[in-house]
Structure formats: structure tokens, C-alpha cells
């Protein structure tokens, strides 16, 4: 059969943009449909991209290959590193951007990318045969003929938007839901569910008093986000933001209002995100606390509007506007937009492959707020994965399946197939169980070579990633092979950098990885190696320092993989093993795995089963 294209993704979002340019780039025909073009890439919350994990899903998308990074970079107006003072672990990057520079430069991006179509048109209906894909039908009438297909809706099936008593459906303000392609989905026998997300008003610069607020600026020396923008030369325009706060006035205003709010006289159903609950959810849940944080975000570089980050809110426009009026420097904010509440339908995650295809229809993949999670990185992730093994499936390639232990993006995914979720999910540092690895800083060292090989990712800069990564191993062995004494010379030349001296004979690795030993230090002490570039003396001073915990976590891994190989012997009776849930057995007597690997990739069967199982066969064959 001659198909019109390879891939149609369905939904120009931060999840469509990085399938759509992916599957393109990797030489499909392929086509984006969505409902108004100049939307592509809009940022429907926050003017921000990044933060505490999600800098790490964009470093990580940046690595493989995708576009969030280099656009940010291009287009951002502040940027900072989060828990900066912290380990480097759980440093996170964000950035403040340019909302309307963001979407032109998303928009642009498609629409000059070879092999990549644009369609301003709704899609209704996916068209299958024999539980596979076969084309895309839209409101049009239009029917797509394509070998697979990447959904990725956002807050747009049967999308419904609160403010106090009215309802409207929308996807977003002003533009159609998607609610054929709901029901569809639903025919097809995916399961759905229903959660909340929500936005804050939008307010005049000029009727602002930032005088009475807190100034708070990006970093004295801004790091990019892309692996492949020029640190040398990056210089960004940054502005400021500003911090207020909430008082006991604000909270009597809103408490004295529940009866207006629609999430909680009923008329909102889906369930809201426990990590970015709006003020009124915040006010009724810490009633001990007497405020909370505003942070008043710049929306574009002329800053002619901000974004009040902290005040979600579905209440009425008049409640909006007395609350906003009783905040510090807010009294006569004039609102350019109210803030909103708005309901989607969302798809079972565990209805999906580790690969986001689903189980029940072939060649028919999920990405995105569609699969239940919350946040523009979390989409991106989703929607680069998705396109990267619609590609393979089509070469009938292996696909690329990342570890818990290679990636956030590993753990983003392999959470949402295998435990599901029934709240908006975020990305945190504490769900990667294996963080210190997985830095934002050793990304392109970590999953580079994938993007190289999937052609995402050019030959001068994977040689450039593979140069830093064999430096970097380079010196951290002379620094495990080379000792220092405690001998007068070392002394001194020590205190000649204000380092302490030894007591006793250790490996050079010891003396660098103190927790006071800094970059400057290193080129004074080791003049062989000050040539190096800064990222790689980084690496290896944050390689040095954690040491012992790297190498704990190391052998964790090591001790996993092995672990995962180990057989499940033939008639194994899983309902034998105390400790597993009736579920998890039900699941494993129905799939009967030969392996624990093959156990671990059951939708629902956790790490701590495979634990328990690991040690019941283990106490089977000591008794044999």
C-alpha cells in the first residue's frame, strides 16, 4: 500500500513539535495536524521553561537530539540554576521566555523542516484495521493515509474551561476541543480518565508596583540550556521577576468565596495536580499558613504583561480581581486575562508500551498531558520518544527503550506505563532513584550517542561529547593512580592554594574531590590539565567529590542488571510468594515472564515485586 505518510501526529504542542520534527529529521514523510497553526508551540501557562528535574528532561531531550533546548536558548529572557548551592544532583536550570518568540520560533521550525507537512485542521477520527492503523480522518472530511499515528492532544479531548459558574468548551481559550477524537479513542477500547489543570491572570505592567516588591534576577553568568549553543559566547538580555506574597486578607477573600469556586461546589470532576494546586486549594489545604509566594513572571522581552505564577485560579472574574487587588504592589492590577480552570480527557499510561504505543492498537502511540502528565518538559520528552520509535518500528529497528538508570526520561516513562497515574504527573528529582548519575551536567555524555545514532545529532559534536568524555577519564584516572605525601613541598604547595595539607598518603582524588576544592584551585595545582575545557574540569571535580556515593550507586545498577536476568523457573506459582499483591500475581500468572526482566516490563509490576521474587527464587534453589 502507498501511504500519503509515514507519520501523521495529531497536536502542535510541546509533545507534537518534538515527535513531528524527529520523525521528519529521521527522513518520514510526516504530517502535524493541528487546529490553528499559528498555535504551534503556544506556552498555555507559564512563561517558563525548565526547573528542579524538568532542566533535566530538557538537557536530556537537548542530548537525543530534540529542540526545546536550542529554542530556549534563542529565545529566553532569564535564566537561572535552581538549588544552586545544593548538590549537583538536584540542580535544576529554568528559564523565563519569550511566549510569543517561543511559538513563532516552534512554528518556524516546522514549517521549514524537510520531509514535514502542516494541516490547520481537527482530527476526528483514527481509522484502523485489524487492530492497525491505517490513516486519520478530519473534520473536513480529509482522510490521511499513514503507517502510524502519535496522538498528542494536550488539554484538548472534550476540553471544558471554568471560570466561577461558566463553562465553555474549549482546548484552550479561544480555540475548538477536540471531543470526536475523545470518543474515538474510547471506541477503540483505550481507556480514559479525567483530570484538571488550571491557569492564573494575566496583569498590565504598567498598573504594577514593583517598588514594593522583591527583585529577583537571572545569574551573573547564564548557562545555556543546549549542549551546542556556545557557552563562551552566550549573553542573553535578562530581565527581572519580582516576589510577593499572599496575606490573610488575599485568604479571606478566596475562603469567603468557596461557594463560587467550581472545584469545590462539584462542577469540576477531573482531578487537579497535587504539586501545583490553584490558591484556592492552597488556601484550603494550609489554613496554618497565613501567605504564599507570587512570583510576577515577564511574558516577552518588552514585558508589557506578567504572569502572576503561585495564583491559579476557576474563581469569578470579580472575586479574581478583589483577590488580586488585596496583594502587595497588585492594588490596582489591571487584569488583561482572567485565570482559568479547564478538564481533558486523558489515556490510561498503562495502556501503553515503554515504546508509548498502545498495547491495544498497532502503530497508534501516545505522548504527552494526553498520557496524564503536567508540564511543557514532560510533554517534549514524551513526544521525542514517541516519534524516535514510531521511526524504528517503521525500519523495523529495535526500539529505544531508556533504563531508570540512563535517564529521567527513563524513569518519566517507565512510572507512567507501569504505575499509571490518576493526578497530572510531575517530574521530581526524588522519583529517580539513581539521581546522582543522572545529572543535568553528564547528559550529553549519557545519551549523546543515541541521538548520533539516529542521525539526530551531527559527527562534529558527538567527536566533541566523546573528546570530554575520554578527558574526563583521562585525568580522573592519573588522579586514582598518583598519590600525595605529607611531605614539606606538598604542604606548601597546597597552602600556596589555601587547601590544607595531608597527614597521610592518599590518591590525588581525595585532595580534589574536598568539598572546598574549586575549578581556579585545580588549574593551579594541575597546570597540565588547565588547558582543559571548564565543562570537563566540572566533571571531573563533581566525578571526585561524590566518589564513593557514585560508585554505591554504580554497583546498584551493576547488581540490577544481573539480577533482571535471572530466570523464573516453568510453572512457577506466583501466588505462593508472600508479599505480592493479588493484582501483581494475577498479572504474572496471566503473562507467565521467563525472566525478572521480563517480569519488570509487566504494566503494574513494581520494583519492590521483582525484589521479592528475586529473593523467593534465590531461597528456592539454596533449598534444591
Avoid: W
Amino acid at each position: 500500500m502507498n501511504y500519503d505518510y509515514d507519520v501523521v501526529v495529531i497536536g502542535g504542542g510541546h509533545a507534537g513539535i518534538e515527535a513531528s520534527l524527529v520523525s521528519a529529521r529521521m527522513g518520514k514523510k510526516t504530517l502535524l495536524i493541528t487546529i490553528l497553526a499559528e498555535q504551534i508551540g503556544a506556552t498555555s501557562c507559564n512563561p517558563a521553561i525548565g526547573g528542579l528535574a524538568k532542566g533535566h528532561l530538557v538537557k536530556e531531550i537537548d542530548a537525543l537530539g530534540g529542540e526545546m533546548g536550542k529554542c530556549t536558548d534563542t529565545v529566553g529572557i532569564q535564566f537561572r540554576v535552581l538549588n544552586s548551592s545544593k548538590g549537583p544532583a538536584v540542580r535544576g536550570s529554568r528559564a523565563q521566555i519569550d511566549m510569543d518568540r517561543y511559538r513563532i520560533y516552534m512554528r518556524n521550525k516546522c514549517i521549514q523542516t524537510e520531509n514535514l507537512d502542516i494541516k490547520q485542521e481537527i482530527a476526528d477520527e483514527i481509522i484502523t484495521q485489524n487492530g492497525e492503523v491505517t490513516a486519520v480522518k478530519t473534520h473536513l472530511g480529509n482522510i490521511y493515509t499513514t503507517r502510524k499515528v502519535i496522538v498528542t492532544a494536550g488539554t484538548f479531548l472534550k476540553g471544558l474551561i471554568h471560570i466561577g459558574s461558566f463553562k465553555q468548551e474549549a482546548g484552550r481559550v479561544g480555540e475548538f476541543p477536540s471531543n470526536a477524537l475523545s470518543e474515538n479513542l474510547k471506541s477503540l477500547g483505550l481507556t480514559l480518565g479525567r483530570l484538571k489543570t488550571g491557569t492564573c491572570a494575566r496583569i498590565d505592567a504598567n498598573s504594577i508596583d514593583f517598588s514594593v516588591m522583591e527583585e529577583q534576577g537571572g545569574d551573573e553568568n547564564p548557562k545555556p540550556f543546549s549542549f551546542q549553543t556556545d557557552a563562551k559566547s552566550f549573553n542573553p538580555t535578562q530581565l527581572p521577576c519580582f516576589v510577593t506574597y499572599t496575606n490573610e486578607k488575599t485568604h479571606e477573600i478566596i475562603e469567603s468565596n468557596f461557594y463560587q469556586a467550581p472545584l469545590f461546589t462539584g462542577q469540576i470532576e477531573g482531578v487537579g495536580p497535587r504539586y501545583c494546586p490553584s490558591i484556592e486549594d492552597k488556601v484550603n489545604r494550609f489554613r496554618e499558613k497565613n501567605r504564599h509566594h507570587l512570583f510576577i513572571e515577564p511574558q516577552t522581552l518588552e514585558a508589557t504583561e506578567y504572569y502572576i505564577n503561585g495564583l491559579t485560579t476557576s474563581l469569578p472574574p470579580k472575586v479574581q480581581e478583589e483577590m488580586i487587588h488585596s496583594i502587595k504592589g497588585l492594588e490596582n492590577a489591571k487584569i488583561v486575562r482572567y485565570g482559568y480552570a479547564i478538564e481533558y480527557d486523558y489515556i490510561d499510561p498503562t495502556e501503553l508500551k515503554h515504546t508509548l504505543e498502545t498495547k491495544k492498537i498497532n502503530g497508534l502511540y501516545m505522548a504527552g498531558q494526553v498520557n496524564g502528565t503536567t508540564g511543557y518538559e514532560e510533554a517534549a520528552a514524551q513526544g521525542l520518544m514517541a516519534g524516535i520509535n514510531a521511526v524504528l518500528s517503521i525500519d523495523e529497528k529495535d526500539p529505544l527503550i531508556l533504563r531508570r538508570d540512563e535517564a529521567y526520561i527513563g524513569v518519566l516513562i517507565d512510572d507512567l506505563v507501569t504505575k499509571g497515574t490518576k493526578e497530572p504527573y510531575r517530574m521530581f528529582t526524588s522519583r529517580a532513584e539513581f539521581r546522582l548519575l543522572l545529572r543535568e551536567d553528564n547528559a550529553d555524555i549519557r545519551l549523546t550517542k543515541y541521538g548520533y545514532e539516529l542521525g539526530l545529532i551531527s559527527e562534529e559534536f558527538y567527536n566533541k561529547v566523546k573528546q570530554k568524555e575520554k578527558d574526563i577519564k583521562k585525568v580522573l584516572t592519573y588522579l586514582e593512580e598518583n598519590f600525595i605525601t605529607p611531605s614539606k613541598e606538598n604542604t606548601a604547595k597546597l597552602q600556596e592554594i589555601d587547601e590544607n595539607g595531608v597527614t597521610d598518603k592518599v590518591i590525588l582524588k581525595r585532595v580534589v574531590g574536598r568539598k572546598t576544592f574549586t575549578i581556579e584551585k585545580f588549574d593551579k595545582f594541575f597546570p597540565q590539565f588547565a588547558n582543559l575545557p571548564t565543562d570537563t574540569k566540572e566533571q571531573i571535580l563533581i566525578e571526585s567529590k561524590y566518589d564513593s556515593y557514585i560508585k554505591k550507586q554504580q554497583n546498584q545498577i551493576n547488581r540490577m542488571k544481573s539480577m533482571l536476568k535471572i530466570k523464573i523457573p516453568q510453572n512457577f506459582d506466583f501466588s505462593s510468594v508472600s508479599g505480592l499483591s493479588n493484582e501483581i500475581v494475577e498479572k504474572l500468572n496471566k503473562f507467565n515472564p521467563p525472566t525478572l526482566f521480563a517480569a519488570s516490563e509487566i504494566s503494574g509490576v513494581t520494583p519492590a515485586a521483582i525484589d521479592i521474587l528475586h529473593i523467593y527464587i534465590k531461597m528456592k534453589q539454596k533449598n534444591k
